[in-house]
């Protein structure tokens, strides 16, 4: 089967006007590949679980080769698999239940929103289970402490009511690699009791419907083990949570979408391959790295933006701007990641990506195809609008002329931008692109001198946070 690959041609941001040469890459193409070497040895270090000398620590480096790692365990072993357990719990839950709530933060939760919006239906949780392919709807929290929106989603799920139809059932999938994270965890209780009331206090049945993902010990992992589960997935040891997309945090609720993991995760592979074996100026993860860093570091666009063409994209964005921003803003170092849907955000923030500070490096991020039917405006016998000239245009034609529009204008007036293609939006494609991210993050910490694991910052607001609250 031939794969087709995504795409990244920064040919509108390597230019003179730039202050960049023509060959500013391939000059950079020793250090790049420097680094890939690095992230390559990073790998198998982990892998050989060789002790980790102190100036690497910590080292997260197994997110690398998990996707790899799991399909080969898949083809072995079958349905002692993960991936076939997996499976296996997400078809149990969708014949249960008709709602999954996912709680979990930051890399607990970011790339299943992503994969829901990139991949499932628009209207995902409003169309009837029937366009949903029988799967049920998903809802997150334990991603904020916001009282009104717990108390909506707790409205939504009958406030404890007792659930006899599949209709009304629903389940939790509780995902926290600590087991300890404060937002998490009282999202958890809160909507653990009402659980146990829609089971009537049921504990085998609440012990089914709850599926944890986390460490293999911590409160999580204890409670868990309290509550009898049954079924119960791991964070790899090693894996970090804004890497841990490709393991059980992100497979298990794209498994009761209804998502093809299988496919993500041979997208996943398909990206390590060309990554380990592409040239500089044929190899999108190092391109795309040497790219940013050559126009941050000579022309000081340290703002990062990743400007989406289709709405479905935007929690994409956002998974990626949480694992640039905690891996890479460090050291007052890092760029400013930021991303934007178009042509939604040309009408809001369109202005100053125009006119503003040049500090901005624009990569659009365009579709090929769409999943459905292009849709055409059509005739009108009120052509008070004066569309009827333009009857004939597809949605899909408007896109693409405001896409080329705005690339046109960012280009007169030496607005830096540079373009990755994906081919469609499928499970593959996605795969390929969560992995781009994550190796070049990796790449990019390892050419600034950046170690791009660990969040040691993240812990300063947590520890005066319990501090406040227990005293
Ligand atoms: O990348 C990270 O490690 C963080 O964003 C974590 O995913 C986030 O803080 C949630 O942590 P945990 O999964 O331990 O609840």
Known sequence: MSI???????????????GLAEDALAN?????????DEVLSDAKLWAAGEEVPAEKQPLDAGFHELPDRLLAEYRELGPESEIARIQATADRLAGEVDRVVVLGIGGSYMGARALLEACCHPYYNEVPRAERSGRPRMSFEGNNVDNDAMQGL??????????????????????????????????????????????????????????PVTGTSGKLFDLAGALGCPEMYHVPEGVGGRFSILSAVGLLPAAIMGLDIVKLLEGAAAMNEH????????????????????IETQRGCDVRLLSTWGKRLEAVGLWYDQLLAESLGKHEQGALPLTIVNTRDLHSRGQQHQEGKRDKVITNVTIGACQREPLAIGRSEHNHDQLNELADKTLPDILDAATRGTNQAYQEDNRPTADLHLPQLDEHVLGQVFQMFMLATVVEGRLIGINPYGQPGVEAYKKNMNAILRT
């Not at 087709?4 to 730039?18: K, Q, R, S």
């Not at 950079?28 to 890939?36: D, E, G, M, S, T």
């Not at 009791?193 to 085998?204: I, P």
């Not at 074996?277 to 044929?282: D, K, T």
Request: aromatic share 4%.
């Open 4 to 18: 087709e690959l995504i795409t990244y041609n920064p040919a509108g941001l390597l230019l003179p006007e730039h």
């Open 154 to 211: 707790c409205d939504l799920l009958g406030r404890g009511r007792e659930a006899t139809e599949v209709a009304d059932r629903w389940a939790i999938v509780v995902i926290s690699k600590s087991g300890g994270t404060l937002e998490t965890a009282a999202a958890f209780r809160i909507l653990l009791r009402q659980l146990r009331a829609s089971c009537g206090d049921d504990a085998a049945q609440l012990a089914k419907l709850v599926i």
């Open 275 to 294: 990554f380990r074996s592409a040239a500089v100026g044929e190899n999108v993860v190092l391109d795309y790295t040497g790219a940013c860093h050559l």
């Open 28 to 36: 950079l193409a020793p250090k790049l590949q420097a680094a890939r």
